[in-house]
């Protein structure tokens, strides 16, 4: 089992900036691909970007490319969101997913561990 504990989230004024983090522990060892969905309010969960095992590759949803950058430290096995120029719409709660192997990174069926979600609020 991998449990995963986020936090960061929080309200920010459009343009503004935050840093989401998200620990695993548990069965860590072979390595985690891992990503962050969110979830607006009345909508969908969407995905919004993951990382490779290594970190080698990060994959992004067109709404956030540019915008916001994810990495890993592995050493401590956490991996981060660093969201930039943020809109209201950004506004959702961001939820960290990871799965032991190497999958089609967008896809939420694809992950088998789920964070309990952190609130980001983009006020205009």
């Known amino acids: 089992q991998v449990q995963l504990v986020e936090a960061g989230g929080g309200l920010v004024q459009a343009g503004g900036a935050l840093r989401l983090s998200c620990a695993a522990s548990g069965r860590t060892s072979s390595g985690l691909t891992m990503a962050w969905f969110r979830q607006p309010p009345g909508k969908e969960r969407e995905f919004v970007a993951a990382i490779s095992r290594s970190g080698g590759s990060t994959y992004y949803a067109g709404s956030v490319r540019g915008r916001f950058t994810i990495s890993r430290d592995n050493a401590k096995n956490t991996v981060y969101l660093q969201m930039k120029s943020l809109k209201p719409e950004d506004t959702a709660v961001y939820y960290c997913?990871?799965?032991?192997?190497?999958?089609?990174?967008?896809?939420?069926?694809?992950?088998?561990?789920w964070g309990q979600g952190t609130q980001v609020t983009v006020s205009s």
């Open positions: 997913a990871a799965v032991e192997r190497s999958v089609v990174p967008d896809q939420e069926q694809n992950y088998n561990y």
